[in-house]
DNA sequence: CTGGTGACGTCTT
DNA sequence: GAAGACGCCACCA
């Protein structure tokens, strides 16, 4: 269910170390539905506004921040990572060589 | 039912 | 590496 769906991906992110980032089709892959990197961003978007997630630590698999270059939200996920020690460079781009999470 | 839309990914130039 | 074309699939008007 959806609904299940949702919550799955909100618990797996959750479990993301800080310092560390994992990709939409990583995470998807984790949960058995390598074709549903799509909707990972879709649970995320939708995640109860109350509810504390480690969102920023999500990018897709290029290592690219997936919010419109210097947008607000791009900005913010930028600013978290790196006051959490990840490296981003000006534009957006991360180092999964050394911060991607490998369970 | 039909078509458009994504916080995506893979393959081909 | 970079830029496009496709492929995917839940959701919604």
Known sequence: MSHEWNESVW???SFIPQG???TYGQLAAM???P???RHVGYALKHSPHDMVLPWQRVVNGKGLI?????SEQFLMQKAMLEAE???VSE???I???THGWRP
């Open 85 to 87: 020690g990840v490296i």
């Open 95 to 97: 180092q999964l060589k």
């Open 91 to 93: 534009l957006g781009k």
């Open 11 to 13: 618990k797996l992110v």
């Open 66 to 70: 997936s919010f419109p270059y210097q």
């Open 35 to 37: 074709k549903r990197a």
């Open 20 to 22: 560390k980032v994992a």
């Open 31 to 33: 949960l058995g539905f």
